[in-house]
């Protein structure tokens, strides 16, 4: 089907806003921290249609994303997450990069995969994300 998003299997259009339970399913977090994240993280603000259910655009999408990657990847308090987001805005809106090695390493296997995650899917994810910030 053209314009529909093959990567997440959910069948809804590449542009289509999530709720907020698609959201935390999708990164893996339970929605009451993603409201909590509301809470403490500025720039992350979902419409909220009647009844005050969520939804989120491409680029909350991609910001709960990076949320997510400092937090739970990086080992970032929310507190240094926050500066960290908010210095990539002062700078641009680009943040500092997550250089993925390609040749096999600790962790990684001689299939090009890196903890059971194929390395090109993760490059692809880490374009997409890139694209949604820009």
Request: hydrophobic fraction near 45%.
């Amino acid at each position: 089907m053209a314009g529909f998003d093959v990567a997440d299997g959910g069948g809804k259009a590449s542009g289509a806003m999530l709720s907020i339970g698609e959201l935390a399913e999708r990164i893996g977090v339970p929605t009451h921290v993603l409201r909590y994240w509301e809470t403490r993280f500025p720039q992350l603000r979902p419409l909220q249609r009647s009844g005050r259910r969520r939804y989120y655009r491409a680029e909350d999408v991609a910001l709960a994303e990076r949320i997510h990657h400092l937090l739970h990847v990086q080992g970032f308090t929310v507190e240094g997450a926050r500066k960290a987001l908010s210095e990539a805005g002062a700078k641009g809106g680009e943040a500092p990069a997550v250089k993925i090695r390609e040749e096999p390493a600790a962790g990684n296997d001689a299939k090009g995969q890196v903890h059971g995650v194929p390395v090109a899917a993760l490059v692809a994810l880490r374009q997409r994300l890139a694209a949604a910030l820009d």
